[in-house]
């Protein structure tokens, strides 16, 4: 039996009934919209980490986050499918909405959320099991598939995110040798393999060569519109490239947000133009 993980893939391990969905109401800012805040305000303890934040996300686009360190991307990210809930502290006003609805009313299952809004992490983060099993943990954990079909869906998998060559003759072996690259593939293959509507990117490849960085940035722009992304990232180059629409977070607060070349050719605010021009770190 596969033991019950928090923080791993945004999943938690237990059985979910795949059919579960979370019902749409009629309370849409934009039939567009597949998650938005609402004045979201948090914090531990007495700390205060994001204040006020409204952002609404269009279904399909790419949303880079970007800003200085310790400006709350993470956090926010983290919010969007309730990762913070379990950290001692945690306290929140305001709202996330996932297709209109409350991500914490009391009908959602907090399983079925994390199926639909998905993470990846800064670090590659695979389990201690085989590559193939490591595809399809989450399958398997949501009964998504059933068991004959499991080799298919890896394959599957493996192929959408390029590394069905590298590890093809090694399905059954420890993913932990794989590059780092690799291994940061072998997750998002897995995250995939869920079917999200939506990903969540935690500086997905701060920590990968230019070449893996190139196959994990055309991942993303192939898997949209399908999937919607949300990015953080550091790297203000790859910002520009993939995503439709930037926000730039600033000492808690979403200084500004809109199409990525207004944020980046023609900012608001003098924030986002010193960040956004290297004059800020
Ligand atoms: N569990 C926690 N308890 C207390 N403070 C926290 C916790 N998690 C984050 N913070 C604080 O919230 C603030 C924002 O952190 P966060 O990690 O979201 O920033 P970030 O923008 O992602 O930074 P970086 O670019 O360095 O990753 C920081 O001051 C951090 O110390
Ligand atoms: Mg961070």
């Known amino acids: 039996m596969i033991e019950q993980k928090e923080d791993t893939n945004g999943l938690m391990f237990e059985n979910l009934d795949p059919d579960t969905l979370l019902s749409k109401n009629e309370n849409s800012s934009s039939p567009d919209t597949i998650i938005s805040t609402n004045n979201l305000t948090l914090g531990f303890g007495q700390k205060t980490v994001l204040s006020n934040i409204n952002l609404s996300v269009q279904k399909g686009t790419i949303t880079a986050l970007i800003g200085p360190s310790g400006s709350g991307k993470t956090t926010f990210l983290r919010s969007l499918n309730r990762m913070n809930d379990g950290i001692k502290g945690y306290r929140q006003t305001g709202d996330v909405l996932f297709n209109s609805e409350s991500i914490w009313a009391s009908n959602i299952d907090l399983l079925a959320l994390r199926r639909k809004v998905g993470m990846l992490f800064q670090r590659a983060n695979p389990f201690p099991m085989s590559i193939e099993q490591n595809v399809v943990a989450g399958v398997k954990a949501h009964r998504i598939a059933k068991k004959p079909q499991l080799k ?89 490239r993939i995503s439709h629409n930037t926000a730039f977070f600033f000492q808690g607060q979403l200084k500004e947000y809109g199409p990525t070349r207004k944020i980046f050719e023609d900012a608001s605010q003098p924030e986002t133009q010193q960040y956004v021009s290297g004059r800020m770190g």
């Open 152 to 240: 298919q869906i890896a394959r599957m998998r493996l192929e959408e995110v390029g590394l069905w060559h590298a590890v093809e003759g090694r399905l059954h072996d420890s993913p932990f040798r794989l590059s780092g690259g690799q291994q940061q593939l072998l997750c998002l293959a897995r995250a995939l393999a869920i079917g999200p509507d939506v990903l969540l990117l935690d500086e997905p490849t701060s920590a990968l060569d230019p070449t893996s960085i190139q196959a994990v940035e055309q991942l993303i722009m192939n898997l949209s519109p399908a999937i919607t992304f949300i990015v953080v990232t550091h790297n203000l180059a790859q910002a520009r």
